[in-house]
């Protein structure tokens, strides 16, 4: 007669290996997310500077993705809110992160910090240029935008109410339209 063994290893798993802590994990997260949302006044949260990008090692962590996701959504898309029922914006932006290889987030983040040819290269557009921003942009506030906007010579500026960095995943309705109106 065939026995069944079961062979358990005293070795806990991280969440990256083990699919049910994993899921615990994102769980416990947007509990603490939504807790600390609802704790914040809404004064508050229009004060927050961006990120302390030397946070964020080459190696990566947690912390890092988890703060980039929380500043990439506005805080009415951070606990749902999607047009499309079932999508969890903030958990697949994190299982996108999650993906990627060590120290690609650092490199991108410091390429990003570090561009400075944004205004010369906007004095070179001379055709009509649509900016779309996020009125709840905390990665880059629309007050950022200014300067650059001035600088260009023919743009028509849309400003999407209660969207963050990633008003195409938050509001792709009201940017397709303002695409479709521009051109």
């Given amino acids: 007669m065939n026995e069944r063994r079961t062979v358990t290893s005293t070795v806990p798993l991280s969440p990256q290996e083990d699919p049910a802590a994993r899921e615990q994990f994102f769980r416990d997260l947007e509990r603490r997310r939504t ?16 990120p302390d990008y030397e946070l964020i090692t080459p190696a990566g962590n947690v912390f890092s993705r988890t703060q980039i996701t929380e500043w990439s959504f506005s805080p009415a898309h951070q606990s749902g809110g999607n047009q499309q029922p079932g999508v969890w914006m903030t958990g697949n932006a994190l299982r996108l992160m999650e993906r990627l290889r060590p120290g690609v987030l650092y490199v991108d ?7 400075a040819g944004g205004l010369a290269a906007a004095r070179g557009v001379h055709c009509p240029a649509l900016v779309i921003l996020g009125e709840r942009d905390r990665m880059a506030p629309a007050r950022g935008a200014k300067e650059l906007i001035s600088t260009l010579t023919d743009s028509k500026v849309v400003t999407l109410a ?13 940017v397709l339209d303002a695409l479709r109106k521009f051109l």
Avoid: F
Wanted: proline share 3%.
């Fill in 35 to 50: 807790k600390a949302l609802v704790e914040r006044k809404r004064a508050d949260i229009e004060e927050l500077h961006a």
């Fill in 109 to 115: 983040l410091s390429a990003c910090n570090s561009y």
């Fill in 162 to 174: 209660d969207t963050g960095h990633s008003l195409m995943i938050e509001d792709p309705n009201a």
